[in-house]
T-cell receptor
Framework: GQSLEQPSEVTAVEGAIVQINCTYQ??????LSWYQQHDGGAPTFLSYNALDGLEETGRFSSFLSRSDSYGYLLLQELQMKDSASYFC?????????FGAGTILRVKS | EAQVTQNPRYLITVTGKKLTVTCSQN?????MSWYRQDPGLGLRQIYY???????DKGDVPEGYKVSRKEKRNFPLILESPSPNQTSLYFCASSQVGVNTEAFFGQGTRLTVV
């Protein structure tokens, strides 16, 4: 089966940079996605990496290395509103498989 | 406005009483799916549908049924709910073959007593 591992919790201060890692044990997947979820609300799409390398969207960037079975989400200039859960997900066949999520706590 | 609509948002029911959670999307997406979210386990896919009349099991399909008679609707059916199906449920839709940006509904918090 597919499994993705993320840290359960990360804490950072406002204005800092934080990296949330995602490692996976699967092959043949199409791409790695990242989603944000505030307090049990609807998850919202942040980014998608189909190819190795860095994708940048404003303050958020995402990276994928297929050879290392590894990806990360980079959040810059952290704001209090970034406090949320972040999930990596792989598109595997016709399924979307999520990691257990990382709770990001931003402190002032 | 592009959206995925789930109903109801909250539901308390008793063991064994059949229930249906509705999901509708207005984006003409081919792909729709259901997830359950439990603490520490993330989002686990229950069922998905590639298009009308095409459905398949996700990772945790036991105790659930789905149907896809129209492109916009994808209801989740619990024929005989049990307490271990108490969870937060999300419906999502996306275009097939694009960048898998999934749009999620607001969630249905189900409690089975």
């Amino acid at each position: 089966g597919q499994s993705l591992e993320q840290p359960s919790e990360v804490t950072a201060v406002e204005g800092a940079i934080v990296q949330i890692n995602c490692t996976y044990q699967t092959s043949g997947f199409y791409g790695l996605s990242w989603y944000q979820q505030h307090d049990g609300g609807a998850p919202t799409f942040l980014s998608y990496n189909a190819l190795d390398g860095l994708e940048e969207t404003g303050r958020f960037s995402s990276f994928l290395s297929r050879s290392d079975s590894y990806g990360y989400l980079l959040l810059q200039e952290l704001q209090m509103k970034d406090s949320a859960s972040y999930f990596c997900a792989v598109e595997y066949g016709n399924k979307l498989v999520f990691g257990a999520g990382t709770i990001l706590r931003v402190k002032s | 406005e592009a959206q995925v609509t789930q109903n109801p948002r909250y539901l308390i029911t008793v063991t064994g009483k059949k229930l249906t959670v509705t999901c509708s999307q207005n984006m003409n997406h081919e792909y729709m799916s259901w997830y359950r979210q439990d603490p520490g386990l993330g989002l686990r896919q229950i069922y998905y549908s590639m298009n009308v009349e095409v459905t398949d099991k996700g990772d945790v399909p036991e105790g659930y049924k789905v149907s896809r008679k129209e492109k916009r609707n994808f209801p989740l059916i619990l024929e005989s709910p049990s307490p271990n199906q108490t969870s937060l449920y999300f419906c999502a839709s996306s275009q097939v073959g694009v960048n898998t940006e999934a749009f999620f509904g607001q969630g249905t918090r189900l409690t089975v007593v």
